[in-house]
């Protein structure tokens, strides 16, 4: 269905633009293209995300998820935490849900802008594309429904195990193995939520410009595991393992 057909069957409702999302992404990313509206979906993510986040650090466990996992990063990278500088983080952890649904309610919409200016400038000055900002934008913010599920089932499942770590991404499928190893570093970095995403949002940006969602989806996914190659790169080297 392109946007064109859309336009002539009527409006999904904010509702069923969300669930379509999940189950539909074609059909849904081409009435989103057709009629391009941010305000209700990115309530919504906002919502779901702000909100868990702040139940979720309001918690004994989830504070201290949260610390044990402020510590696990920065050793990562090579850093080691001193006696002073724990204490000083268990000071801070009561306030831990309000800084972090505070930075998640400003940086979300910020982070959809820049994923949707980027790819406005590829796919229109680059490859000679068509699409209006709004509807670039409008594609991308509805695809944050994916990252909300992941947060309704990333956190309830990280309260359960009492950690942040391993909770979605792809190291959970080799436990057997050394976690400050390059490889399990690498899987640490990939998770499967984000290529969820990823692939819902070459989904919708297929629809929009209608081009080959394989082909967008392939070079995201290049890009995301490159990102994660780095990643895991720089805290080997900075461990020295």
């Known amino acids: 269905m392109t946007p ?53 650090l309001s918690t004994e466990v989830g504070q201290q998820a949260s610390l044990d996992n402020q510590v696990r990063q920065m050793e990562s990278f090579g850093r080691t935490v001193s006696d002073a500088q724990y204490q000083q983080m268990e000071r801070m952890a009561p306030y831990a849900r309000y800084f972090a649904a505070g930075f998640q309610l400003v940086l979300t919409p910020i982070m959809a802008l ?16 068509d699409a209006t900002f709004k ?46 190893t390059f490889a399990v570093r690498l899987l640490g970095s990939i998770d499967l939520f984000l290529i969820w995403w990823i692939v819902s949002l070459a989904i919708g940006l297929g629809v929009l410009y209608r081009k080959r969602t394989g082909t967008i989806a392939t070079t995201l996914l290049v890009i995301y595991v490159a990102i994660g190659l780095i990643i895991a790169a720089i805290k080997t080297a900075a461990s020295g393992v």
């Open 4 to 56: 064109e057909q859309t336009r002539a069957t009527g409006s999904k409702s904010l509702p069923a633009r969300i669930v379509g999302v999940l189950l539909a992404p074609r059909a849904t990313y081409a009435d989103i293209a057709a009629r391009p509206r941010v305000v209700g979906a990115l309530a919504f993510v906002l919502a779901v995300i702000v909100t868990a986040t702040f139940v979720f």
């Open 114 to 129: 820049i994923v949707a200016g980027v790819t406005f400038a590829i796919f229109n000055a680059v490859l000679g594309g």
């Open 135 to 180: 509807q670039v934008y409008a594609v991308v913010v509805h695809s944050g429904v994916v990252l909300s599920v992941q947060t309704l089932f990333g956190l309830p499942l990280a309260y359960a195990r009492e950690t942040l770590s391993g909770t979605t991404n792809l190291a959970v499928f080799v436990p057997f193995l050394d976690e400050n």
